[in-house]
Structure formats: C-alpha cells, structure tokens
C-alpha cells in the first residue's frame, strides 16, 4: 500500500524557515518523480515543486515559491524535502506531498502558519 | 503560464441526476509525446485530495464507472451519470503537460 507521511509543520515567523518532509512506503521511492501541492486555509490547490526521480536533477517550482523553497530527495531514506526560507503569511496552507507526475497518490498533509 | 478555468465553481444537483464540470485552458494541453495529461481530483470535506481521472479519461482502479472524463486541446469535462451523496465535495482539474503544473479554481458540488 502506498503511503505518504508529511511532517515539519508548525508555526514560524515571518521571513523565518521551516523543511517539510515525506517519507514513503510501499513503492520503489526511487522510480518516482514527487511533488509537493499545498492548499491555503479555505482555498484551492497550488501545485509548489516537483523533483525527478533516480538522482533527482531535475527540479521545477512555482513561480509564487521560486528562489524561495528548494525539493531535495533522499533515495536511500524514501523521503523528499521542501526547505522553505523567506517565509510569507500566504505561504500559510496545508502542504501535501504526492507522487509522481500524474499525482496518483497524496499524503495527508501538515500544516504551515507563518504569523507574527 | 497555463490557466486552468473551471465552471461552474458552485454544482447543486439533485441525487440521482446528472452533473457536469467544465475546464478551460488558456492552451492547448497536447504534450510533444502525443499525450494531453489532464486530471481530475475530488476533495472530500476534511480530506486529502483523490485522483479520480487521469490523461482526460482514464478512470483510476476503485473509481465508480459513473464518473467518466472527456475533452481534447484546451476543453475537458468531468461528467457524473448519477450523483450518490458520498460525491459531495470540491472537484479539480489539473493539467501537467506545461510548466508550471496548474489546477483549476475548483467546483463545489452538494446536493440540492
């Protein structure tokens, strides 16, 4: 069964950092591109980033995160990270991960709240 | 960047009758492979998003053959033979055939 775990979120500060991260099971991690999605308090979704899979050299992100948030992955621990830096009050949302280029699956997602 | 629009945003429909969602883009999704990676996602109240559609008409393992997806170039449709009461939710397209990934505004559907 594919399961994704997202944990790292909290509450920050504005202009302060917080990494996100996904472990997975249940799949070969490695084969997999993985993305991350968030949803504002009571909004739509945002697709944020996505990494290739196998050596993940290939990121892309959103305009709104750009120079902002970096994806990384860990292969040998099955997880992908999101380092956000430069912290926003709209960057407040649930952030899920999920999988591949398709979004087959999602994880449940952790909440971020960046406030005074 | 692609935009994804979505109408109507607010679907009242009685049970047992139809429902459909429009999606927009302001391009077309035909990827250089041949493929038009359009998906679609219902979000039930409290949780996580769920692939119900994906390449605009595949339907996902475990999804009821009531729900069917359509369209090419920039138009797509989601389309409910017979809404049950465990459909109530938001529903979203996606297209991932440019960069960056978009997904549409949204359409709530509930039960009239």
């Known amino acids: 069964e594919v399961q994704l775990l997202e944990s790292g979120g909290g509450l920050v500060q504005p202009g302060g950092s917080l990494r996100l991260s996904c472990a997975a099971s249940?799949?070969?991690?490695?084969?997999?591109?993985m993305n991350w999605v968030r949803q504002a308090p009571g909004k739509g979704l945002e697709w944020v980033s996505l990494?290739?899979?196998?050596?993940?050299?290939?990121?892309y992100y959103a305009d709104s995160v750009k120079g902002r948030f970096t994806i990384s992955r860990d292969n040998s621990k099955n997880t992908v990270y999101l380092q956000m830096n430069s912290l926003r009050a709209e960057d407040t949302a649930i952030y899920y991960c999920a999988r591949q280029t398709t979004i087959d699956y999602w994880g449940q997602g952790t909440l971020v709240t960046v406030s005074s | 960047d692609i935009v994804m629009t979505q109408s109507p945003l607010s679907l009242p429909v009685t049970l047992g009758q139809p429902a459909s969602i429009s999606c927009r883009s302001s391009q077309s999704l035909v990827h250089s492979d041949g493929n038009t990676y359009v998906h679609w996602f219902q979000q039930r109240p409290g949780q996580s998003p769920r692939r119900l559609i994906y390449k605009v008409s595949n339907r996902d393992s475990g999804v009821p053959d009531r729900f069917s997806g359509s369209g090419s170039g920039t138009d797509f449709t989601l389309t409910i033979s017979r809404v049950e009461a465990e459909d109530v939710g938001v529903y979203y397209c996606?297209?991932?055939?440019?960069?960056?990934?978009?997904f549409g505004q949204g359409t709530k559907l509930e039960i009239k």
């Open positions: 996606m297209q991932a055939t440019h960069w960056p990934r978009a």
């Open positions: 249940g799949f070969t991690f490695n084969n997999y591109a």
């Open positions: 990494i290739s899979n196998g050596g993940g050299d290939s990121s």
